[in-house]
């Protein structure tokens, strides 16, 4: 399995980005998840989807701004983000896994991408 994401930017406070994550190899039975790390801490969850998309989960501090999706057909995984903050700064990186279903621990993705720069400024 291999993980490409895309889509990063530097863009102002309020504005919208969306990543894409293209996936090749046996991503077909596999939950979807996008991270964020920042410079000098963790790397945490942001969200993740199910295999068959009806599944979602998100971090309470994107909930209602952040929207996960992906399309099977196309091997993609998206992330919109809209109003976008400075906090939202980061490396963001999109993983898959499952063992454990919509999981928010990075110990369950099992596969992960390079990241992709999200910059905000205020």
């Known amino acids: 399995v291999q993980l490409q994401a895309s889509g990063g930017g530097s863009v102002q406070a309020g504005d919208s980005l969306r990543l894409s994550c293209v996936m090749s190899?046996?991503?077909?039975?596999?939950?979807m998840g996008w991270f964020l790390q920042a410079p000098g801490k963790e790397r945490e969850f942001v969200a993740a989807i199910n295999v068959n998309g009806y599944s979602t989960r998100y971090a309470d501090a994107v909930k209602g701004r952040f929207t996960i999706s992906r399309d099977n057909a196309k091997n993609t995984v998206s992330l919109q983000m809209n109003r976008l903050k400075p906090e939202d700064t980061a490396v963001y990186y999109c993983?898959?896994?499952?063992?454990?279903?919509?999981?928010?621990?990075?110990?369950?993705?099992?596969?992960w991408g390079h990241g992709t720069q999200v910059t905000v400024s205020s």
């Open positions: 190899g046996r991503t077909f039975n596999l939950v």
């Open positions: 993983a898959a896994g499952g063992r454990n279903g919509v999981s928010v621990l990075r110990a369950d993705y099992d596969y």
